[in-house]
């Protein structure tokens, strides 16, 4: 991908793969609302799911972190 791309040009970028944001979404484990209001420019995609999903359609340069779950016993320590 060459640059970032704008919201119209996502939604370009999508029809041109033939998919529905809908469909993005579940392909990608992402909230289809949260998918349809990057869109619209509703949330910006500044932090968490919003994030995730501007990074994936291109909108936004970033780093999508994994989700971990870190267990602790009761003296703090890690559980692997």
């Known amino acids: 991908m060459t640059g970032i791309r704008t919201?119209?040009?996502a939604k370009a970028w999508l029809?041109?793969?033939?998919k529905?944001?809908?469909e993005f979404a579940r392909?990608?484990?992402v909230d289809p609302?949260?998918?349809y209001q990057v869109l619209a420019g509703r949330k910006k995609g500044k932090?968490?799911?919003a994030h995730k999903v501007?990074?994936?359609l291109g909108m936004k340069d970033g780093i999508?972190?994994?989700q971990t779950t870190l267990s602790v016993d009761m003296k703090g320590e890690e559980i692997v």
Do not use: D, K, N
């Not at 029809?15 to 033939?18: A, C, I, L, N, S």
């Open 64 to 66: 999508i972190v994994p």
């Open 47 to 49: 932090r968490g799911e």
């Open 20 to 22: 529905s944001v809908q």
């Open 27 to 29: 392909e990608h484990g």
């Open 54 to 56: 501007a990074v994936l």
């Open 7 to 9: 919201a119209a040009q």
């Open 15 to 18: 029809e041109h793969q033939g």
């Open 33 to 35: 609302a949260t998918t």
